[in-house]
Every structure is written in structure tokens, then in C-alpha cells.
T-cell receptor, first 117, second 114 residues
Framework: AQSVAQPEDQVNVAEGNPLTVKCTYSVSGNPYLFWYVQYPNRGLQFLLKYITGDNLVKGSYGFEAEFNKSQTSFHLKKPSALVSDSALYFCAVRDTSISGGYQKVTFGTGTKLQVIP | ETGVTQSPTHLIKTRGQQVTLRCSSQSGHNTVSWYQQALGQGPQFIFQYYREEENGRGNFPPRFSGLQFPNYSSELNVNALELDDSALYLC?????????????FGPGTRLLVL
């Protein structure tokens, strides 16, 4: 079974400071990993993904994430937070050992990011 | 935007009724997944359709069913609605290509069951 853990319900950071939103995962095979952002009363917007290759993945809006296989983590980072980054962030994983076109993606419970002016 | 649309945006039903939610995928995407997101929770996988056939299902009862059509649209049907079915329902479309895909989400339909 695949699972995702986002240990922090909320992260507060001052505008201009670096931010980190934590994510750890569990899969049987190799993971595909995703970060999505959700603004109030909206659907999920894709930020970035890790499939293979470089452990540091760059995504939209200046976000990046670092894949760490030994720690089974995929933390989301941004060097300088903006007030407009305040939203709900979801980490998600897909186990690539599942074949046949079936692509169940498991989401974490979300982390609310609050950027303080 | 993602190019994925959903209708209606909001819906109110009473317990025991049936509901149909609709999704229009990105053109060319051959896979659609449906998720239920309860308030304060992450999306929970309901099922996935690939080339018009269900090819995966989460822990949801059979009263949750779906259809996928050749024109990249799909439906989620829920029979015998229960209060706990109140949630945001999200569809996500993707293109399965060599096993790699990114799911693109619609804005969701918020269902309230009274």
C-alpha cells in the first residue's frame, strides 16, 4: 500500500523568509511524487513532480522540492515566501510498481501555509 | 488554467437522492480520475477510467459509479446519497504515456447532502 504523511497541519513563515513544507512517503516500488496547491474554494493546481533523475525538482511559482530516497521524503521549498503563497499544499505519491495503466494517486492530508506580511 | 471543467459548481441534495456530476477533460487525455475531498481532508481516490473503462477503484461502495465518454467527458454518479457524501468532488484528467502522467484537476463540484 502507498501512503503519504504531511506532519504539519500548518506552517507559518514571514514574508521574504525561506519556507519548507514537509512530506514523507511509503511505497512498494519506486515513487512518482507530486506537489499540488489549493486556494480556497478551488481545485488543485499542479506545482511540480519527481519521476526520476535529479533529486532537486523545480516547479511553478519559484517552488522546488528535494527527493531524498533514504529518508523517503519530498519536502517542498521556496527561497523567499510571498503573501500570495498562502494556501493549502498537498503532497501526493503514486507507486510505479502498479502496472496496467492504473494510476491511483494517494494524497496527504495537506499543510496550510500562512505567510505573514 | 488546467483545461479541465466541472459542472455544476455547487449542488444541494437530500438524503436518498441520486446525483450526477460532470467533468470535461483536457483534449487528448485518455484517463480521468475522481476524488472526494471532505472538509479539512486531502482528496480520496474514488476510481479511475482509462479509455472508457474503469481500471481502478478506491474504498468506495458500488453506489459510486462512473462513465467516461469518447469526447473526453465523464460522469460521477452517486446513488442513495448519505449525509457523509457531502464534500468537494474533483475530477482529474491525465495522459497515460509510457507510465508517466501528471493529473490536472478541475475546480470541483461542492455537494451538500441534507
Amino acid at each position: 500500500a502507498q501512503s503519504v504523511a504531511q506532519p504539519e497541519d500548518q506552517v507559518n513563515v514571514a514574508e521574504g523568509n525561506p519556507l519548507t513544507v514537509k512530506c514523507t512517503y511509503s511505497v512498494s516500488g519506486n515513487p512518482y511524487l507530486f506537489w499540488y496547491v489549493q486556494y480556497p474554494n478551488r481545485g488543485l493546481q499542479f506545482l511540480l513532480k519527481y519521476i526520476t533523475g535529479d533529486n532537486l525538482v523545480k516547479g511553478s511559482y519559484g517552488f522546488e522540492a528535494e527527493f531524498n530516497k533514504s529518508q523517503t521524503s519530498f519536502h517542498l521549498k521556496k527561497p523567499s515566501a510571498l503573501v500570495s503563497d498562502s494556501a493549502l499544499y498537498f503532497c501526493a505519491v503514486r507507486d510505479t510498481s502498479i502496472s496496467g495503466g492504473y494510476q491511483k494517486v494517494t494524497f496527504g492530508t495537506g499543510t496550510k501555509l500562512q505567510v505573514i506580511p | 488554467e488546467t483545461g479541465v471543467t466541472q459542472s455544476p459548481t455547487h449542488l444541494i441534495k437530500t438524503r436518498g437522492q441520486q446525483v450526477t456530476l460532470r467533468c470535461s477533460s483536457q483534449s487528448g487525455h485518455n484517463t480521468v480520475s475522481w476524488y472526494q475531498q471532505a472538509l479539512g481532508q486531502g482528496p480520496q481516490f474514488i476510481f479511475q477510467y482509462y479509455r472508457e473503462e474503469e481500471n481502478g477503484r478506491g474504498n468506495f461502495p458500488p453506489r459510486f459509479s462512473g462513465l467516461q465518454f469518447p469526447n473526453y467527458s465523464s460522469e460521477l454518479n452517486v446513488n442513495a446519497l448519505e449525509l457523509d457524501d457531502s464534500a468537494l468532488y474533483l475530477c482529474a484528467s491525465s495522459l497515460v504515456l509510457a507510465g508517466e502522467e501528471t493529473q490536472y484537476f478541475g475546480p470541483g463540484t461542492r455537494l451538500l447532502v441534507l
